[in-house]
């Protein structure tokens, strides 16, 4: 076990801990099929076993981590502030693993996306809706839907099409519920949602 794997067991439950270590393998699986290199592959791995690390922390204790690292939500991020650690997370990665920034974004990224994602933050964007743990209805069919198209596509531009639609579902999931429950949709998902809807939709 290396030291970040150390660090989520310390930090996360065993629930948890099973959810990030699925993403990761997730994670491996679509660099595979993207082509990302064995090197960014690694660091993309480890910012997957890392997008939760602080997800057990209390709100204001994450405030109190943040403001000590210097860095202030903004007032979305505290509307939206259950996806609060995310932002916290990665600065959690840069400060104590010195993840390069690139990943630390991923990392960011991974609960409310945002305008412009690139290939790292899309795949732990849909890494962490479809890894094989999560079983709520929209995460099985997201997961279903993925699996069945990237196996019958004949170049890496139909691949990422794929893997955007994936994204972009997700995006249109999460601003529904979030509607449907009253709940504040952080600008970042619908920048992302908006986007990527120009995209799917050509």
């Known amino acids: 076990m290396n030291n970040i794997e150390a660090a989520v067991c310390a930090a996360l439950s065993e629930k948890r801990v099973r959810h990030v270590r699925s993403v990761a393998e997730e994670t491996d699986r679509m660099c595979s099929i993207f ?11 480890d910012a997957a076993l890392l997008h939760d690390i602080t997800k057990e922390i209390p709100l204001n204790e994450q405030i109190e981590y943040l403001a000590r690292e210097g860095v202030s939500p903004s007032e979305d991020d505290l509307l939206a502030g259950e996806t609060l650690h995310a932002l916290s997370g990665a600065v959690k990665a840069k400060v104590d693993f010195a993840l390069p920034d690139v990943f630390c974004d991923a990392i960011r990224r991974h609960s409310t996306g945002d305008r412009v994602m690139t290939l790292f933050d899309k795949i732990l964007f849909a890494a962490d809706y479809i890894e094989e743990n999560r079983s709520y209805e929209s995460c099985r069919q997201q997961r279903e839907y993925f699996k069945a198209q990237i196996s019958r596509c ?5 691949a990422i099409g794929i893997l955007d639609r994936v994204v972009y579902n997700i995006a249109n999931e999460t601003v529904i519920h979030l509607i449907r429950n009253d709940r504040f949709v952080h600008p970042n998902t619908l920048w992302m949602h908006n986007a990527l809807s120009f995209k799917v939709k050509n």
């Open 35 to 45: 082509g990302v290199s064995r090197s960014d592959a690694a660091l993309l791995h």
């Open 154 to 158: 004949a170049s890496s531009e139909q």
